[in-house]
């Protein structure tokens, strides 16, 4: 028989519950993507009574319409990214509760719930911007200002994100 020796991951309950102070860049983060939120409600109040009653509601793999509906449909993806934002603001608050794939103690927690935070708010910022940019594209396709999202929108973002994630594991391995 084969014995596999495995590492213990500390349970939530072991770890530290502290929450690490924020710095200037988390302010900024916080601040910006509230920022963002807003500006994309207003900016769908102000072009909502321009739009015709068709409006693109999906888009496909090369970024041109393939789904349609009621004008009333442009207010989804700002409430989706109210939620989206909401929630993730929220989970923020509880880094303790962040799945980590090492041991948690004292002394790494500072600096690893630090990262885990920032890394919230970073995706947070880029969610609310991908949102917003949906959404404006949404409304200058609907009133003829735009011919789609284009052919790099889905490529980029997928490449974006993933890059982003990567280094923010990678850095986390570092920290720990």
Same mark, same amino acid.
């Given at each position: 028989?084969?014995?596999?020796?495995?590492? /213990?991951?500390?349970?939530?309950?072991?770890?530290?519950?502290? !929450?690490?102070?924020?710095?200037?860049?988390? %302010?900024?983060?916080?601040? @910006? *993507?509230?920022?963002?939120?807003?500006? +994309?409600?207003?900016? #769908?109040? $102000?072009?909502?009574?321009?739009?015709?009653? @068709?409006?693109? #509601?999906?888009?496909?793999?090369?970024? /041109?319409?393939?789904?349609?509906?009621?004008?009333?449909?442009?207010?989804?993806?700002?409430?989706? #990214? &109210?939620? +989206?934002? *909401?929630?993730?603001?929220?989970?923020?608050?509880?880094?303790?509760? %962040?799945?980590? =794939? %090492?041991?948690?103690?004292?002394?790494?927690? =500072? !600096?690893?719930? /630090?990262?885990?935070?920032? *890394?919230? !708010? &970073?995706?947070?910022?880029?969610?609310?911007?991908?949102? %917003?940019?949906?959404?404006? /594209?949404? &409304?200058?396709?609907?009133?003829?200002?735009?011919?789609?999202?284009?052919?790099?929108?889905?490529?980029?973002?997928?490449?974006? &994100?993933?890059?982003?994630?990567?280094?923010?594991?990678?850095? $986390?391995?570092?920290? !720990?």
């Amino acid at each position: 028989m084969i014995n596999i020796k495995t590492r /213990q991951k500390s349970s939530i309950s072991d770890r530290p519950r502290i !929450r690490p102070e924020k710095e200037p860049l988390d %302010f900024l983060l916080e601040i @910006t *993507s509230l920022v963002a939120v807003i500006a +994309m409600v207003v900016v #769908t109040a $102000m072009n909502y009574a321009a739009l015709p009653h @068709t409006i693109p #509601t999906h888009f496909n793999g090369a970024g /041109q319409p393939d789904g349609y509906g009621g004008k009333g449909m442009i207010w989804l993806l700002p409430a989706i #990214t &109210i939620i +989206m934002y *909401s929630v993730l603001s929220v989970v923020n608050l509880f880094p303790f509760r %962040f799945n980590f =794939p %090492f041991n948690i103690n004292e002394e790494n927690a =500072p !600096r690893l719930y /630090q990262h885990a935070m920032r *890394s919230i !708010r &970073i995706l947070n910022l880029l969610l609310v911007i991908l949102f %917003f940019y949906l959404t404006w /594209q949404s &409304i200058s396709l609907a009133n003829g200002k735009s011919g789609g999202l284009g052919l790099m929108f889905l490529p980029l973002t997928i490449f974006v &994100i993933i890059i982003f994630l990567l280094y923010m594991i990678m850095r $986390m391995y570092k920290l !720990r």
